[in-house]
């Protein structure tokens, strides 16, 4: 009890609050905080200045919401660390069944060719028959191009 009103929280939840681990957190988010308004004022300043900007404008009012975020972040880590240790932890709901993957119609494009298929020759599609030949034309001068280099 502190005076005549009884203390909000338990005492291992101050304990945890003073722990070093959270003193380091604590100050590293006041840092940012802080750190975040001096950059806030600094922006104003650039703003009033001859060379100011809207865009100045622009980052003074948002280094303020990135404090603010700051803050947020840190309650919300101190919150969640003392329901851990509570012991009132949230039920985690069990994922979604995840559909049974779909055997795929022909074959895989990043596997090796399988047995049995039959090169594309001039009779069976011309067009891709040629195509093939200039990728192999290129892949061969490439070949000469590395030979001659080394």
């Not at 988010?29 to 100011?52: I, P």
């Amino acid at each position: 009890m502190i005076g005549r009103y009884r203390a909000a929280y338990p005492g291992w939840v101050l304990r945890l609050v003073f722990s070093p681990r959270w003193i380091m957190w604590h100050l590293l988010t006041l840092g940012a905080m802080v750190t975040c308004g001096l950059l806030s004022a600094w922006q104003w300043g650039r703003a009033e200045s001859a060379t100011g900007s809207l865009l100045n404008i622009g980052y003074g009012l948002q280094w303020p919401l990135f404090a603010v975020f700051f803050g947020v972040m840190w309650f919300r880590m101190l919150r969640l660390e003392v329901r851990r240790l509570a012991g009132k932890q949230p039920e985690i709901a069990a994922p979604p069944p995840m559909p049974a993957p779909s055997e795929p119609e022909g074959p895989s494009p990043f596997t090796p060719r399988p047995d049995g298929v039959e090169p594309i020759t001039d009779e069976t599609d011309p067009e891709l028959a040629a195509y093939n030949r200039m990728l192999a034309a290129l892949a061969q001068q490439d070949q000469a191009r590395e030979n001659r280099t080394r």
